[in-house]
């Protein structure tokens, strides 16, 4: 299963960001993006796969497949951080342990411009959950 019912890869969101004119434009990408990863299951939603470091309730759901690609599924109560989970997975999802370990993060959301205009306890939340991903899938 795709986080996002289809594969959408990074260097497709550092596209879309770089087209969106302002962080307003940013914003609603966000928003669109959050729309498009579903929902987990209520049954997901426990405190075993909680993610801890965010204000909004968030969870992460990982499991390794055949292939050893991790499939990575987050969810949130909150819209915007919904979608800046969905540029996390967009970065991580369908890669390997080594791969995940070894993706810059801080470079990646510097090319979209994202931390820019987060409040630091938003950042501070995008990077609890980028933590609690590559802390799930350790080598």
């Known amino acids: 299963m795709q986080a996002f019912g289809h594969t959408i890869t990074d260097t497709e969101i550092r596209t879309l960001f770089a087209n969106a004119q302002g962080w307003e434009a940013r914003y609603k990408e966000l928003i669109k993006l959050a729309k498009q990863l579903p929902a987990l299951d209520a049954a997901d939603k426990i405190e075993a796969n909680a993610i801890h470091g965010c204000e909004s309730q968030a969870w992460l759901v990982s499991e390794v497949n055949v292939q050893g690609l991790w499939q990575l599924h987050c969810d949130s109560d909150a819209r915007i951080v919904k979608g800046l989970m969905a540029v996390v997975l967009a970065a991580l999802n369908n890669k390997t342990a080594e ?14 411009l994202l931390l820019n205009h987060l409040s630091p306890s938003r950042g501070n939340g995008l990077r609890a959950v980028v933590t609690a991903i590559k802390q799930s899938c350790a080598l």
């Open 99 to 112: 791969q995940i370990q070894a993706f810059d993060m801080e470079a990646y959301f510097a090319d979209i």
